[in-house]
């Protein structure tokens, strides 16, 4: 089983919004961490109606209870004209709000209320390796670490199912159902470019669509939490860098899924793509988790020298290497890094063993490595 790592009941000084990707625990966590809360849960579609008809339901309902209770709204991007009462609730009754919702940008498309800063966001991920007793790297690889996925006697069935509510709710809402054909196989070019350099005009040659129509793809998928824009560490520039974003889907499995890979073996290129991709969403997670300021971007020169992670400005580098022995040709994008910053602590993760310091890199076991990271050890 698992326990996640967000203790929502500290984060609520103020009002938040939680946001996070389909099926990553949202509900399940509100509930659990406000129980005593008064819970409105907007995926109940008579609640929903009578609320679309008459927001000033909530005011009246809430206007003659006592400041600083807690009211958590699940799902309040289905009823955003919610949000003008949420607003005076809290501004003349100090009430703090809860709001939940798979993304911002239905209520940013739209011109809506995002409060003005009297609610901070707050982001929800899938499970991550510290959240796992008896954790499996392998099966998280394999099937990603959405909660009812990794759990699940039948994953596959899951992960079908997952992309293609994806599909048929937020993409019809987004006003593209006139072409889902069009997305559907965006997705799969995405897939296949999964944390790969982005080149828009190849990819819009191979969906058949503008560039443009492939940023606004891209945009969706950023927007509603499904996919992150990792950029180049271009901060300053001793040498000529590649300076295009890197893309990667919010879970390993999803990507599995669009690609039809269904079982993968240590040694073979698939698995150290998906041994990657685990690293860098745990590494999101740990960021958006403890509010780090501290950015993760990427580096690589056009001569093809690269290092897979840069958080900050510069303070650690890590190369990701689904290795059991480390050699030293898998030291030359770190070695190159650290001629220009020398400062820089240096790390490669993999799967080798024996933990070790060679000249000044460290060495670290993929287990080791995620205990120190959510142990704090890291930065």
């Keep these: 089983m698992y326990s996640r790592y967000l203790q929502l009941n500290k984060e609520t000084e103020s009002s938040l919004f939680l946001f996070g990707a389909r099926q990553t625990g949202k509900s399940t966590i509100l509930r ?44 309040i991007p289905e009823v955003p004209e919610l949000l003008n009462e949420v607003h005076r609730l809290i501004s003349e009754k100090d009430i703090i709000f809860v709001l939940c919702g798979s993304s911002a940008r239905k209520l940013k498309r739209k011109g ?15 499970l991550t390796s510290n959240e796992i007793t008896d954790f ?19 994953p596959k069935r899951l992960l079908a199912a997952y992309v293609d509510v994806y599909l048929k709710e937020e993409i019809q809402e987004e006003a593209l159902a006139r072409n889902l054909t069009g997305f559907h196989r965006f997705l799969e070019i995405a897939a296949l470019t999964n944390g790969e350099i982005v080149n828009y005009a190849n990819i819009a040659s191979e969906c058949g669509v503008s560039a443009q129509t492939i940023k606004s793809y891209f945009g969706i ?17 001793k040498r000529r860098l590649v300076q295009a974003p890197r893309f990667f889907f919010f879970d390993v499995g999803l990507t599995n899924h669009l690609l039809h890979r269904d079982a993968l073996l240590r040694g073979t290129p698939e698995y150290g793509h998906a041994f990657e991709h685990f690293i860098i969403m745990e590494l999101i997670a740990y960021i ?10 990427y580096w690589r020169t056009h001569t093809g020298v690269e290092v897979d992670v840069v958080i900050g400005n510069a303070k650690l580098a890590i190369e990701i290497k689904s290795a059991d022995e480390i050699a030293k040709r898998h030291m030359k994008g770190l070695k190159s890094f650290g001629d220009d910053y020398p400062d820089c602590r ?34």
Aim: with cysteine; charged share 30%.
């Design 112 to 126: 809506y209320n995002t409060l003005g800063g009297r609610a901070y966001p707050c982001y929800f991920y899938p």
């Design 221 to 237: 998928l950023e927007d509603t939490l499904v996919g992150y824009m990792i950029p180049a560490y271009t901060k300053v520039m």
């Design 288 to 297: 958006g988790y403890n509010h780090k300021e501290e950015q993760l971007s």
């Design 32 to 75: 659990k961490e406000f129980p005593k809360s008064v819970f409105i849960d907007l995926l109940d579609s008579e609640l929903r109606m009578r609320f679309k008809r008459r927001p000033s339901l909530l005011y009246e309902m809430l206007k003659d209870k006592e400041s600083n209770i807690i009211v958590v709204i699940d799902e």
């Design 346 to 379: 240096k790390i490669i993760v993999s799967l080798d063993r024996i933990n070790r310091k060679e000249d000044d890199i460290e060495l670290i076991y993929v287990h080791d490595f995620l205990k120190m990271l959510w142990n704090d050890e890291l930065f």
């Design 136 to 154: 499996d790297l392998d099966r998280a690889l394999t099937y990603g670490l959405l909660p009812t996925h990794y759990l699940a006697k039948n």
